[in-house]
């Protein structure tokens, strides 16, 4: 290593000052980010360069030291500086009072520039891994942070406990406004929930999908906004979730109501088993049957005032003929004579029925929606509700 000689040493430490004003007068005229930065930031940014030049003198006064910087050279500034000026900022920075002292060099240390070049580059290098230790931990951080600020608000939401703070901690998330929110449920994988969340968290930024994601015990709640079609915008993430049925509540407008689409998918979830043939993912609305077996007053009221009650305002004729064409198995035929009416009009009549409410009396799946609904409807009707 080139020798260092006292009177370098000591030029160096009268210089401080001047090499410090000299580096914050080049980024001034160099850096565009630090000059529409506010001011309180740049003063901050200021003092960072200045104890980044009194580092590097202490640096070469004492060579024989350990040759690693501390990240409290950055220690002068708040950690929420981070947020404001980036890695790569700080690397520009960094190159700018790096070079302003290499320009001095000839100046403040005649005789030495062999020693002081040499100590500049370890010192650049070493003070870029302090950089980076202090963006690494700052990351850190705020990823803890966020982990559990996302998990208050997912649990917030399952639990329907939903005020105006939901919206600003969302938004800290990087949540962003949509007129489409979805909650998907199902089981955790056997993996860190930490893995997990971050695998969720990368598809849904592969696949161009908002995500509020959390693990709660062995379930995986994804909250998805701007989904479009829900069922093609889960199928990006069906396969980070563990095996078991993965149910996609309804669409609601905005998060406040994501609520209701959980309350849906977790019914769903837990009714789900009733069905093993379902499809996965599988919306809640195609559980109802399900959900209602399993006490869900919401899907028995969808079943009855959805499709009960506007088959039976149409009058008599769509709920009789669908209710025999249930008991006689699906055949035209002998519903026809069941009733003492044409073959053609039980088709007609259950064409009207698919056309009422949606659902298909030939279908076997949503037969069974059907004979579920006139079931729950006539008891209802019974009750006088």
């Known amino acids: 290593m080139p020798r260092r000689s006292p009177a370098t ?8 000052g001047t090499l410090a004003s000299a580096a914050i007068a080049r980024m001034d005229q160099v850096l565009p980010w630090y000059r529409a930065m506010p001011a309180e930031n740049r003063s901050w940014v200021n003092l960072v360069a200045q104890a980044g030049v009194a580092a590097f003198v202490e640096w070469f006064r004492h060579p024989e030291a350990s040759q690693a ?8 500034a708040p950690r929420d500086l981070t947020r404001t000026v980036t890695l ?3 690397v520009e920075l960094v190159r700018v ?7 001095q060099i000839e100046q403040i240390a005649p005789g030495d520039e062999d020693a002081v070049r040499e100590a500049v580059l370890r010192y650049s290098r070493e003070i870029a891994f302090a950089a980076a230790q202090v963006y690494a931990e700052a990351a850190e951080a705020r990823g803890a942070w966020d982990a559990r600020l996302e998990a208050l608000v997912v649990d917030a939401l399952l639990r329907g406990e939903v005020d105006d703070s939901l919206r600003s901690r969302a938004a800290a998330l990087g949540w962003g406004t949509h007129d489409s929110v979805v909650v998907v449920v199902g089981q955790a994988p056997d993996l860190e929930p930490e893995v997990v969340v971050d695998e969720i968290r990368r598809v849904a930024r592969a696949s161009r999908l908002d995500v509020l994601t959390g693990v709660q015990g062995d379930r995986l709640v994804a909250i998805l906004g ?5 069922v093609r915008a889960t199928r990006h993430l069906v396969g980070q979730f563990g095996p078991g049925p993965v149910v996609i509540g309804p669409v609601v407008a905005d998060l406040r109501s994501a609520g209701e689409s959980a309350a849906a998918a977790l019914a769903g979830l837990l009714a789900a088993r009733g069905w093993p043939d379902a499809p996965r993912p599988v919306l809640a609305e195609d559980l109802l049957p399900e959900r209602a077996l399993s006490g869900d007053v919401v899907a028995r009221e969808r079943l009855v005032h ?12 769509l709920v009789e003929t669908l209710a025999a064409f249930l008991e006689q198995t699906g055949s035209l035929e002998a519903t026809a004579r069941a009733l003492f009416v044409h073959p053609n ?16 009396p030939a279908d076997p799946r949503q ?8 079931a729950l409807g006539r008891l209802a009707d019974a009750q006088g509700m």
């Open 9 to 16: 040493v000591r030029r160096l430490e009268r210089g401080v």
């Open 69 to 76: 910087i501390s990240a409290d050279v950055f220690g002068t």
């Open 88 to 90: 790569q900022q700080t």
């Open 97 to 103: 009072v790096i070079e302003v002292v290499e320009e």
């Open 226 to 230: 701007g989904t479009g079609d829900s």
């Open 306 to 317: 959805d499709i009960y009650e506007p088959l039976r305002t149409t009058g008599p004729a």
């Open 345 to 360: 009009t039980v088709r007609y009549r259950l064409r009207r029925v698919t056309e009422v409410c949606g659902y298909a």
């Open 367 to 374: 037969a069974l929606v059907l004979r579920m609904a006139l």
